[in-house]
């Protein structure tokens, strides 16, 4: 994996470079491009490129003035200069990656949204009440341990001591997290949550699309996917047995298995 570079105005990147078709991937909140790296093994021959999004890893903070159409066509525009035509988010990097799919309708040949989120959609009740309690500490002690271990033992990562490691490899990807976005409450919902992602915009989605989550996902990612599958013209899903929320980190071999055939099905409507 190479060291961060400018991927577009504000946004760093990492990449796993190949020869093979590029794929963009956007991680889930707290997380950054480095969080990839076992998915990336077990997908030899394509070339990864993994995006920070803004407030996260290398990227610059988040803008309290922008939104997701700003950031979509930051990344969309990118996407097109490097002929990035596969796309791959997780939870949080669902919101980017279904507003970058919509704005370039004719930019990808596939998509994969694990544990799906949409801007203005269900918002699992626990999770919001989570990032309320992470402001309160936050504001009490500042960014440190206190903050880390709240959020670490919320319900997204509660699949993570089912697998051997995870969490130890997780830890310090997420302890390298800034918290800038708590520094006013409500930027985060304010600046990835609009414009809404309605049925009619999601119509507009090109790419063959790919819903992964789990089977002990919260109810509001599972509305997300039933909102997909009926707006998205070309959308299929995927459940994993046994699996919660942050899907493509708890059950990585299944998940590459499905993204390889996903990406390299010959079944792209050529409407799309």
Request: glycine content about 8%.
């Amino acid at each position: 994996m190479t060291e961060p570079f400018a991927f577009a105005d504000g946004i760093a990147a990492r990449a796993r470079p190949a020869d093979g078709p590029a794929v963009l991937w956007l991680h889930g909140y707290t997380l950054d491009a480095t969080s990839w790296s076992e998915m990336w093994d077990l997908l030899p021959g394509w070339h990864h490129t993994g995006v920070d999004l803004p407030g996260h890893g290398a990227s610059a903070p988040i803008d309290p003035d922008s939104d997701l159409r700003d950031i979509a066509s930051r990344i969309g525009g990118a996407c097109a200069a490097r002929e990035i035509r596969h796309l791959v988010a997780l939870s949080f990097g669902t919101l980017t990656a279904t507003q970058v799919a919509i704005d370039f309708p004719h930019q990808f040949d596939a998509v994969v949204l694990a544990a799906p989120s949409l801007a203005g959609g269900p918002v699992p009740e626990e999770a919001a009440a989570e990032y309320m309690e992470l402001h309160r500490i936050y504001r009490r002690h500042g960014a440190g341990e206190q903050v880390l271990a709240r959020w670490m033992a919320s319900p997204p990562w509660r699949g993570l001591d089912g697998v051997p490691g995870l969490r130890e490899r997780m830890l310090p990807i997420v302890a390298r997290h800034s918290w800038g976005e708590l520094e006013s409450e409500g930027t985060l919902y304010r600046v990835f949550h609009h414009p809404p992602q309605r049925p009619d915009s999601l119509r507009r989605i090109g790419a063959r699309t790919l819903a992964i989550l789990g089977e002990l996902e919260m109810p509001a990612f599972r509305r997300c996917a039933d909102t997909l599958l009926a707006g998205v013209p070309h959308c299929r899903r995927l459940e994993l047995p046994g699996v919660h929320h942050l899907c493509l980190l708890e059950a990585p071999e299944p998940c590459a298995h499905a993204i390889q055939s996903h990406f390299t099905a010959k079944d792209r409507d050529p409407s799309g």
